[in-house]
């Protein structure tokens, strides 16, 4: 089985950084694409960024020239850069990761880490 543990949430103020990082940690896998995503309260929950096997990213509108994605394959980590916040950006943030294990290629989840951005 394989764990995702996200860390880096926490509360700042509006035009201030957070970097999350996501982690896996498991038995033999291999991390194919990974992405973040978020829910504010009372709203459905969205893709904010997302990481292709290969290195493409891809943003929400809402996020674009203010997040970055990344990864470092040899740690299996994922990382949001988060610039420029605004409290609009406050949600419990999520990592996704496509991951094959074996022969089964399956979506894991993060338990979520939360970001509040003061105004």
């Known amino acids: 089985q394989v764990q995702l543990v996200e860390s880096g949430g926490g509360l700042v103020q509006a035009g201030g950084s957070l970097r999350l990082s996501c982690a896996a940690s498991g038995s033999t896998f291999t991390i194919f694409s990974m992405g973040w995503h978020r829910q504010a309260p009372g709203k459905q929950r969205e893709l904010v960024a997302g990481i292709s096997p290969v290195g493409s990213t891809s943003y929400a509108d809402s996020v674009k020239g203010r997040f970055t994605i990344s990864r470092d394959s040899a740690k299996n980590t994922g990382y949001l850069q988060m610039n420029s916040l605004k409290p609009e950006d406050t949600a419990v943030y999520y990592c996704?990761?496509?991951?094959?294990?074996?022969?089964?290629?399956?979506?894991?989840w993060g338990q979520g880490t939360q970001v509040t951005v003061s105004s």
């Open positions: 996704t990761a496509r991951i094959l294990t074996g022969a089964v290629l399956k979506d894991y």
